[in-house]
């Protein structure tokens, strides 16, 4: 009597749809009579709207494969305390050999619970893991509890190459970090690059290059595959901004409440002064080209009515919104000072505090054929 699939069920426990369509792909040839069941654990992925990307996009890769897909708890604080410590370990240390621990444990019960006794984990494919640490570990938990570590080499050979060439054909989002908040910072600081993964605005606004951009992108995506619409997914470079601390106040100590425009910068972040004149809405400071709306004119440009600055700053204009409102107001679209808007105009001495940086990145882009 011939054996079906069901018989030989492994478990595949999925990190990302980068290494998890290839790696399947090949599973499923590699063993045919393998029923193949996804499970994507990874409660060492922050920020939470980065797993959610990942997961979203793992959804969509084993719907396309025909692979169930199971998901396991997002245990985040959990995850902390396992790896409590080991915060400074370099990517394949210490760290790591925790994390793929915790992930196997976790993969090994749910694999017992289905009754399989074979698992495996896409991360052997991944160019940033160590196989020999992978293989190390599994056979670690083969022995305690009695589930197969299945370790293949899928990277040698020429497949990290062909692991790229079916990324690009099937247009897998591909993320630039593992998913460790640990691992992203030492990688961030090695680039001497701005960890703006980690920005999370008061406004809950979505901001440019941002992950919570690309979700909603990737989103968008999956609409439009499942009404047969044909896309492009591209890149393209630009001017980012991130605010990172503002501040307005009149003489020493007089807080007042106010908003500054994205793009809004000061080379030595701090400016003191006066406002000398008016023309055209504006309000010119007599220091570092920096001006000054009131809301209500603010409002007659935003087509909105926003009752005071706290709402503004809370509910904010989308960040286009915003930048047409300053090409407005400036005449150009390559205009950095700042533009603040308060609602009562002083004529006292004003103290700016801005930290704002602009720099150069690179963003997806959705294009509907």
């Not at 998890?20 to 063993?31: A, M, P």
């Not at 692979?67 to 245990?75: A, H, M, N, V």
């Not at 009149?250 to 701090?270: D, F, M, N, P, V």
């Amino acid at each position: 009597m011939a054996q079906k699939k069901e018989d030989f069920p492994i478990l595949v426990h999925i990190c990302c749809s980068v290494d998890s369509h290839f790696f399947l792909e090949k599973l499923q040839k590699d063993y045919p009579e393998e029923k193949l069941t996804g499970f994507f654990y990874d409660p060492n992925i922050h920020p939470y709207s980065e797993y959610q990307l990942r997961l979203l996009d793992v959804k969509r890769s084993c719907k396309k494969l025909g692979i169930d897909l199971l998901e396991g708890e997002y245990d985040y604080e959990n995850w902390l305390q396992a790896v409590r410590g080991l915060e400074k370990e370099p990517e394949k240390g210490a760290r790591c050999e925790v994390c793929f621990d915790k992930r196997f444990s976790v993969s090994a019960k749910k694999a017992l619970e289905l009754g399989e006794k074979k698992i495996t984990t896409t991360l052997l494919v991944s160019p940033l893991k160590s196989q020999e640490q992978l293989k190390r570990v599994g056979d670690e938990f083969h022995e305690k509890n009695g589930v197969e570590f299945i370790a293949v080499d899928y990277r040698s050979g020429g497949g990290t190459q062909d692991q790229s060439r079916v990324t690009k054909e099937e247009q897998l989002y591909r993320q630039d970090y593992c998913g460790c908040i640990f691992g992203l910072t030492m990688q961030r600081e090695q680039q001497d690059r701005l960890m703006d993964e980690m920005f999370s605005p008061i406004s809950n606004n979505i901001l440019p290059a941002s992950i919570e951009e690309r979700l909603a992108l990737y989103t968008k995506r999956n609409e439009l595959e499942d009404e047969n619409i044909k896309y492009k997914i591209i890149k393209q470079k630009f001017l980012n901004y991130r605010q990172f601390n503002f501040r307005l106040t009149e003489g020493k100590k007089t807080h007042i409440t106010a908003y500054a425009l994205s793009y809004s910068t000061l080379r030595r972040k701090r400016a003191q002064g006066k406002i000398e004149f008016y023309h055209d809405r504006l309000h010119y400071f007599n220091r570092e080209e920096i001006k000054f709306i009131t809301l209500e004119d603010f409002n007659l440009l935003i087509k909105h009515n926003y009752k005071d600055i706290n709402e503004l700053i809370f509910n904010p204009p989308s960040f286009e919104e915003e930048l047409e409102v300053r090409t407005i107001l400036t005449g150009s679209n390559y205009d950095l000072t700042p533009i603040i808007v308060v609602e009562d105009i002083s004529d006292k001495k004003l103290n700016i505090y801005l930290d704002a940086k602009t720099y150069e990145d690179t963003k997806e882009k959705l294009i509907v054929l």
